[in-house]
């Protein structure tokens, strides 16, 4: 048993997310993940010095990022 405070804190974190993970599934380097967390535009959860991310958090960012396309017109002007 003698679980100590360090692994009581992590308790429900296996499926959070690393900086360098988000880092990797937006295809930008991690200094631009620490711009996003100072500017407070990426959730993120500290525990004690350590920083992780949800999933879901992760995919609403992206949703907010994301430039809906604009409808082409047809070369005739019909819709």
Do not use: C, H, W
């Amino acid at each position: 048993m003698g679980g100590n405070a360090t692994d009581r804190s992590l308790e429900g974190t296996e499926g959070l997310l690393t900086k360098l993970e988000v880092a990797g599934i937006l295809r930008v380097r991690p200094k631009t993940i620490e711009r996003f967390m100072a500017q407070r535009e990426l959730p993120y959860i500290k525990i004690g010095r350590l920083v992780r991310f949800e999933r879901a958090g992760v995919e609403a960012f992206k949703r907010r990022l994301t430039v809906a396309a604009s409808p082409t017109p047809k070369p005739d002007g019909t819709d």
